[in-house]
């Protein structure tokens, strides 16, 4: 049962569980206890300037295998590959199977402003994430442009100039090459 507690440092009520053994009402007021003013700012003036800590930093497949397995909870034996989620699994298996079928069916033609061709995405008009038994009905699918996907999901027009979607990775790799 929490019990409520007064922070030492500026002593503001808080509740906190008695195994916790918190004195503190924040980890800011924690770090203003811990150091002085003058400490504190010589901590702060020897970071300006210094990248942040692994920022940038290339890991070797080998150490990306056991940062995966530690993650995993399980030795680098017992350690089955890199984790990915249902739902990844689940999208990358519609893009294949379904996603074509759904474009071929509506004659690649946006259904709302009929535009053919362009950037073209499947949107499920039964949510996946709220309907996912409706995932992969080919009749829970139907093939938008991007400006009307964006308005059906987000209920207003697409700002200019942004890119959004399924097909991100693509529409930014035709701007570049």
């Known amino acids: ?98 996603q074509k079928l759904v474009l071929e069916r509506d004659n690649y033609t946006c259904q709302m402003c009929e535009e053919r061709g362009g ?4 949107d499920h008009i039964q949510s996946w994430k709220d309907y996912t038994e409706l995932r992969f009905d080919i009749n829970n699918c139907r093939t938008l442009c991007m400006d009307c996907h964006y308005l059906i999901t987000f209920g207003r027009k697409k700002p200019t100039g942004v890119v959004w979607g399924h097909n991100l990775k693509h529409k930014l790799n035709s701007l570049t090459a």
């Open 1 to 98: 049962m929490p019990t409520t507690k007064n922070c030492i440092q500026c002593g503001k009520v808080f509740s906190s569980y008695p195994s916790a053994k918190r004195k503190f009402c924040s980890p800011a007021c924690g770090y203003k206890g811990k150091y002085t003013l003058e400490v504190r700012k010589k901590m702060s003036d020897s970071h300006k300037g210094k990248p942040a800590k692994n920022k940038g930093v290339k890991y070797s497949d080998e150490v990306k295998k056991k940062m995966s397995a530690g993650k995993q909870g399980v030795s680098l034996k017992e350690w089955g590959g890199f984790a990915k989620t249902k739902d990844t699994l689940e999208r990358a298996k519609f893009r294949k199977e379904i």
């Open 119 to 122: 950037q073209l995405q499947v």
